[in-house]
């Protein structure tokens, strides 16, 4: 797979390079990343951080060091569907523990790993603003609230039948 | 019923949208605002006696007033939209469900510091927050309240959503600076100041979603008026997130002048305690402050009622009070275990540590260590006294105050629930199958007479 944004990302690029004044572009960064991120695969590969670093005219390394820093970014490969599952003081009390036991117990692996078929990671997560909402799981773009056994359940239906 | 001022709109259907916002009276504001002078509008913020609402309480008048204005050097407002304190959730409330009293605060204040690039910096779990910030920025540019010569003013202004991606430390205004910049979020050694040199090295202001949603109405009813609303230097109203074990957890706005025990149990809030369970302990103020007891949360070491405002919750300093913070009430039921709750916070600041100070880097994951010995059962009556020498060891000795924030919640519990601690020391075997339970935390408190 060539690492190249499409014309189209192309045009998103710049529009985000756009919003930072002029010899800033590397503030872009961490908005690129997350273009990347989402358009290779879900986690950045070296080659695809090199990439991003040539279009913001930075070293690698500056890219590096950025992306090993935030916790959204994956430096390793991850499943098709990312289960991230708070599990923080007011999710705790809610009973976070228990859902993340449930979901180790039903797709058969341990907290980081992810499934044979390459379509679960588990990643129990720090507070991710939800509290009152507990417990909950971020899945891409979503948040998944008021978590029960039964939702885990329907969920995972959901998904491997996508 | 308390006076709301933020969500007083929060029942119309559609307020997300700029027709339905407009018609309920949004922009006035702003219309009122490009009248006055930036210095009158910064008058009036001074007047309202309003003060940041992430957590630090720092009045914000007094902060934009530090604002350098060098000749020919843009200066830049921030918002600080990195929300990422264990128990709060209040900004995501405001940004989801009134974007527009959002973005018409950040106009306001814009136009007041003279920002003509304003920054949203929001937490990157909050994925589909910028998609409903980006579509009422491009409603409100298509009436006229952004791009070039807003209101015939001259005055030109844009505002940006920018993206974060998974740092608790982005929300200490100079780690959000670095990170902005595309930087690791290392926060920066004060001073400079960001109101001398922020963002790209040019003056910069970072205030809370809240914060700069409050300008709204300060500007409505004028900085005298709002100071009227509170109680003392509580002013104006706050907004409230409520988790853990009650029956209503969510956002509320109050006026800080209930009491805690009304807020807990009236059904106008939180609306008491779910399966007839007692209140052992909270945490009134996000995470980071002190955890009280039931008994030295509803009423002050001198065995008045406590209220929900800044001076009354932090009646008796950190000896029997806590703090405000950033408003995440976190309400534990008798059934929890303190010893549990507080590992939890000690993994969450060693996660979120930069790494950059070492008595914070080496000192949380230490008391991760520790408290998870104590919790599985493995702890010794050492390692309670070991704990207290850390968490003194990091207060103070960092950079930036996630140090305190990660040493506070373990000295509070071990100041309150050292019985709890020793319990789990002395029985191992049964700590691993029950909770302490309420004990005597909710026993009324001794009051000595006064000579």
């Known amino acids: 797979m060539a690492i190249k944004f499409s014309e189209q990302k192309l045009l998103e690029v710049q529009a985000l390079i756009s919003h930072y004044p002029e010899g800033k572009e590397k503030s872009a960064l961490i908005p690129l990343l997350h273009l990347a991120q989402d358009e290779f695969g879900g986690w950045l590969d070296a080659p695809v951080m090199d990439y991003v670093a040539e279009l913001l005219n930075i070293l690698p390394i500056e890219v590096y060091e950025v992306a090993t820093f935030y916790s959204m970014f994956n430096t390793k490969p991850v499943g098709k569907y990312l289960l991230e599952v708070c599990r923080t003081g007011p999710c705790m009390l809610n009973g976070s523990d228990e859902m993340i036991e449930y979901i180790k117990e039903k797709l058969g692996i341990s907290e980081g790993e992810t499934t044979p078929d390459g379509l679960f990671t588990l990643k129990p997560a720090e507070c991710l603003g939800a509290c009152g909402y507990a417990p909950m799981m971020q899945l891409g773009k979503t948040y998944r609230e008021h978590l029960t056994k039964e939702k885990v359940d329907q969920l995972i239906a959901e998904l491997r039948g996508k | ?451």
């Open chain 2, 1 to 451: 019923m308390a006076k709301k001022i933020l969500l007083e709109n929060d029942h119309i259907e559609g307020i997300r949208y700029y027709d339905t916002y407009r018609k309920n009276g949004g922009y006035r504001a702003a219309e009122k605002a490009f009248k006055m002078s930036p210095a009158d509008i910064v008058e009036e913020v001074k007047k309202s006696g309003l003060r940041g609402r992430g957590g630090a309480g720092f009045p914000t008048g007094m902060k934009w007033s530090f604002l350098a204005k060098p000749e020919g050097v843009p200066r830049h407002l921030v918002c600080n939209a990195d929300e990422s304190e264990p128990g709060t959730f209040k900004d995501r409330y405001l940004m989801e469900f009134h974007p527009h009293l959002f973005i018409e605060g950040l106009l306001i204040s814009s136009f007041a510091l003279g920002s003509n690039a304003t920054y949203v910096y929001i937490r990157g779990e909050y994925a589909w927050i910028p998609d409903i910030l980006e579509q009422a920025i491009a409603e409100a540019k298509n009436n006229g309240w952004l791009g070039k010569n807003i209101l015939g003013s001259g005055f030109d202004c844009e505002i940006y959503v920018h993206r974060g991606a998974g740092a608790y430390i982005c929300g200490e205004e100079t780690a959000l600076i670095e990170s902005l910049e595309g930087k690791r979020g290392n926060p920066r050694m004060k001073p400079p100041f960001p109101a001398i040199q922020g963002v790209w090295m040019r003056p910069t202001v970072v205030n809370n979603v809240e914060t700069l949603a409050a300008v709204v109405p300060i500007i409505n009813l004028g900085g005298d008026e709002y100071a009227k609303i509170g109680v003392g230097k509580s002013t104006g109203t706050k907004l409230l997130s409520v988790c853990g074990n009650v029956n209503k957890p969510g956002v509320y706005e109050i006026d800080m002048t209930c009491t805690v025990e009304e807020f807990i149990y009236s059904d106008e809030y939180c609306g008491g305690i779910p399966k007839g369970r007692k209140l052992k302990a909270c945490i009134p103020g996000g995470s980071s402050v002190p955890i009280l007891p039931a008994n030295l949360l509803l009423k002050t070491a001198k065995g008045e009622a406590r209220y929900m405002n800044y001076e009354s919750l932090s009646d008796g300093g950190f000896a029997t009070g806590s703090m405000m913070g950033s408003g995440g009430f976190i309400v534990l039921d008798d059934a929890q275990c303190v010893v549990r709750h507080t590992m939890t916070l000690a993994r969450f600041y060693n996660h979120e540590s930069c790494g950059q100070c070492s008595p914070c880097r080496e000192g949380t994951g230490w008391m991760y260590k520790i408290l998870k010995n104590l919790e599985y059962g493995k702890g010794k009556m050492s390692d309670i006294d070991l704990l207290w020498d850390i968490q003194r060891r990091i207060e103070g000795n960092t950079i930036c105050p996630l140090g305190d924030a990660a040493a506070w919640p373990v000295a509070a519990a071990i100041r309150h629930f050292r019985d709890e601690f020793e319990w789990h020391v002395n029985n191992p075997e049964e700590s691993q199958t029950r909770n302490f339970g309420l004990a005597h935390y909710a026993d009324p408190i001794h009051v000595p007479a006064s000579a």
